[in-house]
């Protein structure tokens, strides 16, 4: 089993930056084996894809809405997903959630979605004032 916990979100002012972590764990884990992702929901609307890195760090994929502002990466040896978020936008409030799924595989049709990921954690809000 695979335990994912979010936190660092918080509220911000337009275009102020923000880092968002997520934590990984379990009974014989290892992050390395993982491909990771971040997807957020905004409210009355459905969660969409942000992010996703594979299980090296070493290739990235983002969603339009944020390629060239947010950057995924991650620390393999602290087990450590982050999403940090530039020149934010009121567009990009929402719970921000991040997903692992075990896997070499770097498919960019399968990353984007939600029922590629077997394991989620709860979530952090990230509110973006004007």
């Known amino acids: 089993q695979v335990h994912l916990v979010e936190s660092g979100g918080g509220l911000v002012q337009t275009g102020v930056s923000l880092r968002i972590s997520c934590a990984a764990s379990?009974?014989?884990?290892?992050?390395?084996?993982?491909?990771a992702g971040w997807f957020r929901q905004a409210p009355g609307k459905e969660r969409e894809f942000v992010a996703a890195?594979?299980?090296?760090?070493?290739?990235?994929l983002y969603a339009d809405a944020v390629k060239g502002r947010f950057t995924i990466s991650r620390d393999n040896a602290k087990n450590t997903l982050f999403l940090q978020m530039n020149k934010t936008e009121p567009e990009d409030t929402g719970i921000y959630y991040c997903?692992?799924?075990?896997?070499?595989?770097?498919?960019?049709?399968?990353?984007?979605?939600?029922?590629?990921?077997?394991?989620w954690g709860q979530g952090t809000q990230v509110t973006v004032s004007s």
């Open positions: 997903a692992a799924d075990r896997t070499y595989f770097f498919d960019y049709d399968r990353l984007v979605r939600e029922s590629s990921y077997p394991y």
């Open positions: 379990g009974r014989n884990f290892y992050f390395s084996n993982y491909a």
């Open positions: 890195i594979d299980y090296s760090g070493g290739r990235t």
